[in-house]
């Protein structure tokens, strides 16, 4: 088995370097915890709550273990429509450390993000984990994607495309979550 290593021009990659104050920044709904927060996840349904992989929560609307194991879902079919016009100014894709510790690392320095916390309604498993668990949202924002996947920063006049074209290759629920 081989694999294929892509090239591209530097001058068409996306690493943040074009990011200024009052770009905007857009969430992409994830589809669960993707592939960070498991232990703690674990540790707060099975052994906090005392719930088995086949419990079903009604909140969840399906069992314990199907929440648990929801499929990580992959960003570029839908966002691989976008990267020929170069409006992609950075792309932070939301796993360890949520977005208090993966947005930065995108952000050219002496840049910060302003997340407006309300823009998306966060999942009922994370609602869930954080309740049952008395986990402070400080601590659920860096231990979870809190249901936002993926963020991608773009040019104000962007932002609006950018979600248009989004919805028209299959992600509806892109949003705007915040700026820089």
Request: with cysteine.
């Amino acid at each position: 088995a081989g694999f294929i290593v892509g090239i591209v021009e530097r001058s068409r990659v996306i690493d943040g370097r074009s990011i200024v104050p009052g770009d905007v920044l857009i969430g992409l709904p994830s589809a669960g915890l993707h592939t960070n927060g498991y232990s703690l996840a674990r540790r707060v349904l099975f052994e906090t709550v005392g719930w088995t992989a086949d419990t079903v929560v009604p909140e969840l609307g399906a069992t314990v273990g199907d929440a648990l194991l929801a499929p990580h879902r992959s960003y570029l079919p839908v966002v691989r429509p976008l990267l020929p016009r170069q409006t992609l100014k950075g792309l932070a894709h939301i796993t360890g450390g949520g977005i208090t510790e993966n947005l930065p690392r995108v952000l050219p320095e002496g840049c910060s993000a302003e997340i407006d916390l309300g823009a998306w309604s966060v999942p009922a498993l994370f609602q869930l984990l954080q309740e049952r668990g008395q986990i402070p949202r400080d601590e659920m924002f860096r231990a979870f994607n809190m249901g936002i996947g993926l963020v991608l920063v773009c040019a104000p006049g962007e932002a609006e495309r950018i979600i248009n074209t989004l919805a028209r290759n299959g992600e509806p629920h892109a949003v705007r979550i915040g700026s820089v």
